[in-house]
């Protein structure tokens, strides 16, 4: 097989997951999340390639599922077909804080109102695999959005190409200061 073949097989992830992203995040500039829509609705927050995280180089200190002193999503337990127990969360929910090694502090939101069914627990003892395979391993959380949300939770969010026009443009703007 040449190297050419090897290129236009698609990974698992373009393969069964569709890539919806949401951009400047709370007004903040390039805080950019992905989120990737499996068939049977389930779907799990990433980073997006645009996200400071991933462009300035930077290092990772630490990962946080301690939003405030009462609630951390690393308490969340889930059981059952129907997924009963998991934290109820809106679009704007804070999922986790990121502390780089520069000093700047990321809050990681669900981008989706859903049910949380799990944290990517590997990140608190592995921090770079956010930056390593955001996608992949480095994912932040899975979520299931109620199955009467399921059709509309794409209307707030960007399709690939929507996003590809975002970052032309922001490259653009960077190009002409």
């Known amino acids: 097989m ?23 995040l709370k007004g903040k500039p390039c805080e950019d999340h992905c989120i990737l829509q499996h068939s049977n609705r389930i779907c799990v927050i990433t980073l997006a390639e645009s996200h400071p995280l991933l462009q300035k180089g930077k290092a990772i200190q630490s990962v946080s599922y301690q939003i405030s002193a009462g609630c951390s999503r690393l308490q969340n337990k889930v059981s059952g077909k129907s997924k009963r127990g998991g934290q109820f969360l809106t679009e704007l929910a804070p999922l986790c804080r990121i502390k780089s090694s520069d000093g700047e502090e ?13 944290v990517n627990e590997d990140i608190l003892t592995r921090p770079n695999l956010l930056l390593e395979k955001p996608c992949a391993e480095g994912y932040i959380a899975v979520l299931l959005p109620k199955f009467e949300e399921s059709k509309s939770l794409t209307d707030t969010l960007l399709t690939r190409a929507q996003y590809e026009d975002i970052l032309l443009k922001r490259s653009a703007v960077k190009v002409d200061q």
């Open 106 to 118: 990321y809050t990681l939101y669900s981008c989706v109102r859903g049910r949380l069914l799990e």
């Open 2 to 24: 040449d190297e050419t073949e090897v290129r236009r097989t698609p990974s698992v992830i373009d393969r069964y997951f569709t890539r919806w992203y949401k951009t400047d």
